[in-house]
């Protein structure tokens, strides 16, 4: 269920389980976060959004950091799961590749907007926030290289160096796509930068013995 749907479907003046009313706070808070960003964004918006009291907020979230977090928290988690998905979804090294890269459009393509916390925070000079992007963007690239270094042969830190490079052009180009309106359809925009990426990586032989 995505942001929306959770906010749209919230029963007013129902008491919720603690988790569906955490997932319900989260919902609203995604949405107000995504539209004004952190700093613009105020926790009285968030509770009016979501169809609560502040003190029932404030029960759940101490601040608007705390919140800010566990939304950064979900949505960075979501993103590596989408990329280890797609690593394991073919032994096909090009189709690996496209799914990988696939799963950085659909990250990034999805309503609620929740790549805008990850790749475009205004928050970003928060340790705390900084700290979280970084480490999924590692965990990403980290995810890949393990699958480059099997199948080449490469050291791990050139391995790593590879990944880093994959990882990076897939959410550049895809928040480029999006932004820019482009009308290239997400499979063609898909094709075209696996061809990019593929003519470079399948240049280093595959590893193994009937290689």
């Known amino acids: 269920m995505t942001a929306i749907e959770q906010t749209e479907a919230r029963p007013r003046g129902t008491r ?65 799961q989408a990329v280890r998905t797609a690593l394991a979804s073919t032994s096909d090294n090009k189709q690996r590749v496209a799914a990988t890269m696939d799963a950085y459009f659909a990250y990034v393509e999805d309503e609620g907007g929740a790549f805008r916390l990850v790749f475009e925070s205004d928050l970003t000079n928060e340790p705390a926030v900084r700290e979280r992007v970084d480490r999924v963007s590692l965990a990403c690239a980290e995810a890949i290289s393990q699958v480059i270094a099997e199948d080449t042969g ?48 399948a240049g280093f032989p595959k590893n193994g013995p009937e290689h």
């Open 16 to 80: 919720l389980p603690r988790r569906a009313r955490r997932n319900q706070l989260l919902g609203a808070a995604q949405e107000v976060f995504v539209a004004q960003g952190y700093h613009a964004a105020a926790m009285d918006d968030i509770a009016e959004r979501a169809g609560v009291s502040k003190p029932v907020l404030y029960q759940h979230f101490p601040g608007k950091l705390d919140l800010y977090l566990a939304l950064l928290d979900q949505h960075c988690d979501n993103l590596l």
């Open 154 to 201: 490469l050291a791990k830190e050139e391995a790593m160096l590879l990944a880093v490079g994959l990882g990076g052009v897939s959410q550049v180009v895809a928040r480029y796509w999006l932004s820019s309106g482009s009308t290239v359809p997400r499979g063609t925009a898909v094709q075209l930068l696996t061809s990019l990426a593929w003519r470079g990586i």
